[in-house]
């Protein structure tokens, strides 16, 4: 098993760019869950889908948007980059049962110039 | 609003010995709590968890206490390898199975 895989690894845009970050979990999991890490701030949730078919805000979702695309794929578009979203994207993957680990993929680290 | 805190941004502790991490939160209604271990450009990945009906949980030299009338929970890695220098995450899940997690304490454990 795969796990939890991203992809790009790193990326650069400019700004007003847009650019969809993909991620793909190969445990069947039903919940999947994009956060971003800034210094200092730990992860903060930006979108996350409780099962296929449903997608809901988090804390920090201004800015992005998501596709929750079958079960195994949860993608997060940026659609006009800014230096403000510069920062290391995880996707997170969280089974129905066995309590609240969510499994993480290895990250994306965008720049926005 | 910070509703999980990690106050203290970094710790050195010497090989062999305990190393205590610390970690508060303002919400109640947290149902689990979750340390995270993180490697540079790597995921996190899971350490340890505690439901918040218990007060103690253990996993080889990893032990959790959480200790809900202060709202304080602490990791305890015993003994400290220098394996084990990493950035740690505390976390609190919330209705939604939705994961609020603190700023993260960067351990150094010196040989």
């Known amino acids: 098993n795969a796990g939890v895989t991203q992809t790009p690894k790193f990326q650069v845009l400019k700004t007003g760019q847009s650019m969809t970050l993909q991620c793909a979990q190969d445990m069947n999991h039903n919940s999947m869950y994009w956060y971003r890490q800034d210094p200092g701030m730990g992860l903060r949730l930006i979108y996350y889908?409780?099962?296929?078919?449903?997608?809901d805000k988090g804390e920090v979702p201004n800015g992005y948007n998501v596709s929750r695309l079958n079960k195994r794929e949860f993608s997060l578009r940026l659609e006009s980059a800014a230096p403000s979203q510069t920062s290391v994207y995880f996707c997170?993957?969280?089974?129905?049962?066995?309590?609240?680990?969510?499994?993480f993929g290895p990250g994306t680290r965008l720049t926005v110039l | 609003d910070q509703q999980v805190k990690q106050n203290s941004p970094s710790l050195s502790v010497q090989e062999g010995r305990i190393s205590i991490l610390n970690c508060d939160y303002t919400?109640?209604?947290?149902?689990?709590f979750l340390w995270y271990k993180k490697y540079p450009a790597e995921g996190p990945t899971f350490l340890i968890s505690i439901s918040s009906i218990k007060d103690k949980n253990e996993d080889g030299r990893f032990t959790v206490f959480l200790n809900k009338s202060a709202k304080h929970l602490s990791l305890h890695i015993v003994p400290s390898q220098p394996g084990d220098s990493a950035v740690y995450f505390c976390?609190?899940?919330?209705?939604?199975?939705?994961?609020?997690f603190g700023g993260g304490t960067r351990v150094l454990v010196k040989p």
């Open positions: 919400n109640s209604m947290f149902d689990y």
């Open positions: 889908s409780a099962s296929e078919g449903t997608t």
């Open positions: 997170a993957s969280r089974p129905t049962s066995g309590g609240a680990k969510q499994f």
């Open positions: 976390a609190g899940q919330a209705a939604g199975n939705k994961l609020t």
